[in-house]
Protein backbone atom coordinates (compact mmCIF):
# COMPACT_ATOMS: atom_id res chain seq x y z
CA UNK A 1 0.00 0.00 0.00
CA UNK A 2 3.05 2.44 0.91
CA UNK A 3 4.82 1.97 -2.26
CA UNK A 4 1.13 2.45 -4.06
CA UNK A 5 1.24 6.14 -2.17
CA UNK A 6 4.63 6.69 -2.86
CA UNK A 7 4.33 5.88 -6.99
CA UNK A 8 0.92 7.82 -6.43
CA UNK A 9 2.59 10.79 -5.06
CA UNK A 10 5.59 10.84 -7.20
CA UNK A 11 3.21 10.01 -10.67
CA UNK A 12 0.84 13.60 -9.08
CA UNK A 13 3.65 15.74 -8.28
CA UNK A 14 5.59 15.17 -11.74
CA UNK A 15 1.79 15.96 -13.25
CA UNK A 16 1.92 19.03 -10.84
CA UNK A 17 5.39 20.36 -12.66
CA UNK A 18 4.31 19.25 -15.81
CA UNK A 19 1.18 21.51 -16.09
CA UNK A 20 2.87 24.08 -14.24
CA UNK A 21 5.29 24.07 -17.23
CA UNK A 22 2.69 23.02 -20.15
CA UNK A 23 -0.53 25.72 -19.70
CA UNK A 24 -2.22 24.38 -22.59
CA UNK A 25 -2.71 20.73 -20.10
CA UNK A 26 -7.06 21.05 -19.29
CA UNK A 27 -7.88 21.13 -15.49
CA UNK A 28 -4.37 20.86 -14.16
CA UNK A 29 -4.28 22.09 -10.60
CA UNK A 30 -1.77 25.53 -11.11
CA UNK A 31 -0.89 28.00 -7.88
CA UNK A 32 -1.68 27.43 -4.50
CA UNK A 33 -4.10 24.79 -5.34
CA UNK A 34 -1.32 22.44 -6.44
CA UNK A 35 0.53 23.40 -3.29
CA UNK A 36 -1.90 22.83 -1.27
CA UNK A 37 -2.49 19.06 -2.77
CA UNK A 38 1.65 18.62 -3.13
CA UNK A 39 1.84 19.56 0.16
CA UNK A 40 -0.41 17.08 1.54
CA UNK A 41 2.07 14.14 -0.05
CA UNK A 42 4.91 15.82 0.82
CA UNK A 43 3.81 16.02 4.40
CA UNK A 44 2.47 11.67 4.28
CA UNK A 45 6.59 10.95 3.65
CA UNK A 46 9.56 11.51 5.57
CA UNK A 47 11.18 10.86 2.43
CA UNK A 48 10.69 13.84 0.09
CA UNK A 49 11.99 14.23 -3.15
CA UNK A 50 13.08 18.31 -4.01
CA UNK A 51 10.20 19.06 -5.82
CA UNK A 52 8.38 19.11 -2.41
CA UNK A 53 10.42 22.40 -0.93
CA UNK A 54 7.70 24.69 -2.29
CA UNK A 55 4.71 23.03 -0.87
CA UNK A 56 6.02 22.33 2.24
CA UNK A 57 8.34 26.02 2.37
CA UNK A 58 4.58 27.31 1.92
CA UNK A 59 2.82 25.35 4.33
CA UNK A 60 4.67 26.23 7.74
CA UNK A 61 5.39 29.45 6.24
CA UNK A 62 1.62 30.71 7.17
CA UNK A 63 1.76 31.29 10.52
CA UNK A 64 -0.20 33.61 12.91
CA UNK A 65 2.70 35.01 15.00
CA UNK A 66 0.03 35.78 17.74
CA UNK A 67 -1.79 32.67 17.87
CA UNK A 68 -1.17 29.37 17.30
CA UNK A 69 -4.50 28.08 17.08
CA UNK A 70 -4.84 31.19 14.21
CA UNK A 71 -1.77 29.45 12.54
CA UNK A 72 -3.99 25.80 12.70
CA UNK A 73 -6.70 27.92 10.69
CA UNK A 74 -4.39 29.35 8.22
CA UNK A 75 -2.86 25.99 7.16
CA UNK A 76 -6.26 24.16 7.30
CA UNK A 77 -7.77 26.40 4.80
CA UNK A 78 -4.46 26.16 2.55
CA UNK A 79 -4.85 22.15 2.56
CA UNK A 80 -8.50 22.61 2.29
CA UNK A 81 -7.57 24.21 -1.16
CA UNK A 82 -6.86 20.72 -2.86
CA UNK A 83 -9.83 19.81 -4.44
CA UNK A 84 -11.58 15.95 -3.31
CA UNK A 85 -13.04 13.61 -4.70
CA UNK A 86 -16.84 12.29 -5.54
CA UNK A 87 -16.07 9.76 -3.32
CA UNK A 88 -17.48 10.26 0.47
CA UNK A 89 -15.38 7.67 1.64
CA UNK A 90 -12.22 9.09 0.61
CA UNK A 91 -13.32 12.89 1.51
CA UNK A 92 -13.54 11.33 5.08
CA UNK A 93 -9.75 9.57 5.21
CA UNK A 94 -8.66 12.79 3.48
CA UNK A 95 -10.18 15.14 5.88
CA UNK A 96 -8.84 13.21 8.91
CA UNK A 97 -5.23 13.61 7.60
CA UNK A 98 -5.14 17.36 6.85
CA UNK A 99 -6.84 17.70 10.58
CA UNK A 100 -3.29 15.72 11.41
CA UNK A 101 -1.19 17.70 9.39
CA UNK A 102 -2.40 20.87 10.19
CA UNK A 103 -0.87 20.11 13.99
CA UNK A 104 2.41 19.66 12.51
CA UNK A 105 4.46 22.86 14.14
CA UNK A 106 7.46 21.11 12.63
CA UNK A 107 8.98 17.96 10.18
CA UNK A 108 9.00 14.84 11.59
CA UNK A 109 12.34 14.17 11.21
CA UNK A 110 16.23 14.26 12.76
CA UNK A 111 17.37 17.34 12.15
CA UNK A 112 13.48 18.92 13.07
CA UNK A 113 14.08 16.96 15.93
CA UNK A 114 17.55 17.92 17.10
CA UNK A 115 16.54 21.55 16.84
CA UNK A 116 13.40 20.83 19.93
CA UNK A 117 15.20 21.61 23.36
CA UNK A 118 13.95 20.72 26.93
CA UNK A 119 15.04 22.43 30.01
CA UNK A 120 14.48 22.97 33.54
CA UNK A 121 15.58 25.31 36.09
CA UNK A 122 16.24 24.53 39.79
CA UNK A 123 17.93 26.87 42.80
CA UNK A 124 21.43 26.32 42.59
CA UNK A 125 23.39 25.17 45.94
CA UNK A 126 24.43 27.35 49.40
CA UNK A 127 24.07 30.36 46.79
CA UNK A 128 20.83 30.01 45.74
CA UNK A 129 21.58 30.97 42.26
CA UNK A 130 19.19 29.75 39.57
CA UNK A 131 21.31 27.14 37.06
CA UNK A 132 19.50 25.55 33.88
CA UNK A 133 19.72 22.50 32.46
CA UNK A 134 19.43 21.57 28.76
CA UNK A 135 19.06 18.58 26.41
CA UNK A 136 17.60 17.56 23.00
CA UNK A 137 14.08 16.20 23.48
CA UNK A 138 13.99 13.01 23.93
CA UNK A 139 10.22 12.43 23.30
CA UNK A 140 9.20 11.83 19.94
CA UNK A 141 5.43 14.75 19.41
CA UNK A 142 2.07 13.16 19.42
CA UNK A 143 1.27 14.06 16.39
CA UNK A 144 4.64 12.60 14.32
CA UNK A 145 3.90 9.20 16.20
CA UNK A 146 -0.11 8.92 14.90
CA UNK A 147 1.13 10.09 11.52
CA UNK A 148 3.66 7.62 11.23
CA UNK A 149 1.22 5.10 11.78
CA UNK A 150 -1.56 6.74 9.82
CA UNK A 151 -2.14 4.35 6.77
CA UNK A 152 -2.09 6.82 3.96
CA UNK A 153 1.73 7.58 5.50
CA UNK A 154 5.04 6.49 4.09
CA UNK A 155 6.76 8.36 7.44
CA UNK A 156 9.80 6.85 9.34
CA UNK A 157 10.72 8.35 12.50
CA UNK A 158 14.16 8.84 13.59
CA UNK A 159 16.09 6.96 16.46
CA UNK A 160 17.18 8.77 19.68
CA UNK A 161 20.48 8.16 20.30
CA UNK A 162 21.66 10.38 23.27
CA UNK A 163 21.52 9.54 26.75
CA UNK A 164 18.79 11.86 27.88
CA UNK A 165 21.18 13.18 29.97
CA UNK A 166 20.77 17.04 31.18
CA UNK A 167 23.60 19.20 30.96
CA UNK A 168 24.37 22.76 32.97
CA UNK A 169 24.00 25.42 30.81
CA UNK A 170 27.96 26.15 31.34
CA UNK A 171 28.55 22.51 30.15
CA UNK A 172 25.63 22.77 27.35
CA UNK A 173 27.53 25.78 25.49
CA UNK A 174 30.34 24.79 25.75
CA UNK A 175 30.29 22.50 22.58
CA UNK A 176 31.53 19.51 23.99
CA UNK A 177 28.10 17.77 24.11
CA UNK A 178 26.49 15.63 21.35
CA UNK A 179 23.12 17.90 19.97
CA UNK A 180 22.50 15.63 17.01
CA UNK A 181 20.54 12.91 18.98
CA UNK A 182 17.85 11.97 16.57
CA UNK A 183 19.63 9.90 13.23
CA UNK A 184 17.68 8.48 10.52
Known sequence: MKKLIAFLSIFIIVNISY??????????LTGDTALACEAILCLSSSTRPTECA????????????????????????FLNLCPTSDDGEIDQILE??????????????AEAFNQMIDSYTQTGGKDGIPITYYRVAADIPEVCERLSKHSYTDIKLPTYRCSGEYY?????????????????
Not at 168 to 184: A, F, H, L, Q
Open 19 to 28: AENNPVVPNA
Open 96 to 109: NFKDEVILLKTDCN
Open 54 to 77: KSIAKYFGLRDPKSFAKTLNIRKS
Open 168 to 184: REDIWNSGYVEKNCWTN
